[in-house]
């Protein structure tokens, strides 16, 4: 079973920057994918990035170039580096990982971004 801690959320005005961490217990080597999901009120949970072992990330279309996300495999932890903050990035942020087919959350962690 994997545990996920997720960190640095927070509140930050527009065009600002926020750095996520999610930590996983064990080793993240055999994790693939790991990422992060938000899901803004009213509306489905929606990917945002996700990355493999072998360095390959995937973003959607609405935060390529803004986001970066990478992964310390030493450290077991995953990051999001979002930068130039848009308000609809207002949404709880949850980092997921996928261990042999099964899909595990984390707690979640609020992003609120004012205009």
């Known amino acids: 079973q994997v545990q996920l801690v997720e960190s640095g959320g927070g509140w930050v005005q527009a065009g600002g920057s926020l750095r996520l961490s999610c930590a996983a217990s064990?080793?993240?080597?055999?994790?693939?994918?790991m990422g992060w999901y938000r899901q803004a009120p009213g509306k489905q949970r929606e990917l945002v990035a996700d990355?493999?072992?072998?360095?390959?990330?995937n973003y959607a279309d609405s935060v390529k170039g803004r986001f970066l996300i990478s992964r310390d495999n030493a450290k077991s932890t995953v990051y999001l580096q979002m930068n130039s903050l848009k308000p609809e990035d207002t949404a709880v942020y949850y980092c997921?990982?996928?261990?042999?087919?099964?899909?595990?959350w984390g707690q979640g962690t609020q992003v609120i971004v004012s205009s």
């Open positions: 997921y990982a996928i261990v042999s087919g099964l899909v595990y």
């Open positions: 064990g080793s993240i080597l055999s994790i693939n994918p």
């Open positions: 990355t493999i072992s072998g360095g390959s990330t």
